[in-house]
């Protein structure tokens, strides 16, 4: 596609539910990145795919969050068993060569 | 460890007056610098990069920055604000050859524009 794909867009979730975001990249982009983006703070990064792989996923808060690459190219943010605190946008990117990143619209979760 | 500092939280100016947001960097060596900028509700929009080479480098929008090695800066800049400019503004570095994959950015700076 021409750009980074988010979905949803928005997702209003009740507390303890399981979610999933949805990243497509760029097409031929192999490198895929996460970051949440809570009210009224910076990006914080989430995990870093290269293909299908995750040589980091330091940021992932948690064992309730994973997240998976398919094909070198979708990728999907599991939140398992939601709190309130996982309310945040959601924010996927994609480059080429880790020059520049692409960022999509991000997923607005609210966990209510 | 990298880090970005953006030191002003929130900017005011006039429109038409001159911007300039500051950006400093702790790393080694040079990394690879970007702007972005954030209006409501969506994403990140890439605004300029440098990577080597002229340390003054042009972006869209009418933005500007230049890349300071001896102050490790790399402020961001724009001759005469429009009201549409008003949003946020994030300073990253990028990955680098040490083996950091990801982009790390500033916590970024509001920027109003007044009419």
């Known amino acids: 596609g021409a750009g980074v794909s988010q979905s949803p867009s928005n997702k209003v979730t009740e507390k303890g539910k399981d979610v999933e975001l949805r990243c497509d990249p760029i097409?031929?982009?192999?490198?895929l990145y996460w970051y949440r983006q809570s009210l009224g703070q910076g990006l914080e990064f989430l995990i870093y795919?290269?293909?299908?792989?995750?040589?980091?996923k330091s940021g992932l808060p948690s064992d309730r969050f994973s997240a998976e690459r398919t094909g070198g190219s979708v990728s999907t943010l599991t939140i398992q068993r939601t709190q309130q605190e996982d309310s945040a946008v959601y924010l996927c990117?994609?480059?080429?060569?880790?020059?520049?990143?692409?960022f999509g619209q991000g997923t607005r979760l609210t966990v209510v | 460890a990298q880090s970005v500092t953006q030191p002003d939280i929130h900017i005011t100016v006039s429109e038409g007056a001159s911007l300039e947001l500051r950006c400093n960097y702790s790393?080694?060596?040079?990394?690879?610098l970007f702007w972005y900028v954030q209006s409501p509700g969506q994403g990140l929009q890439l605004l300029l990069k440098?990577?080597?080479?002229?340390?003054l480098v042009q972006g869209i929008k009418g933005f500007e920055a230049e890349f300071k090695r001896s102050q490790s800066s790399f402020n961001l800049r724009k001759p005469s604000v429009h009201w549409s400019d008003a949003a946020e503004y994030f300073c990253?570095?990028?990955?680098?050859?040490?083996?950091?994959?990801?982009?790390?950015f500033g916590t970024g700076t509001r920027l109003k524009v007044l009419a």
């Open positions: 990253a570095v990028g990955p680098t050859t040490s083996g950091t994959y990801k982009y790390i």
């Open positions: 795919f290269q293909g299908n792989s995750a040589p980091d």
């Open positions: 440098y990577f080597s080479g002229d340390t």
């Open positions: 790393y080694g060596a040079t990394p690879y």
């Open positions: 097409s031929g982009h192999t490198a």
């Open positions: 990117a994609s480059s080429k060569y880790s020059t520049e990143a692409f």
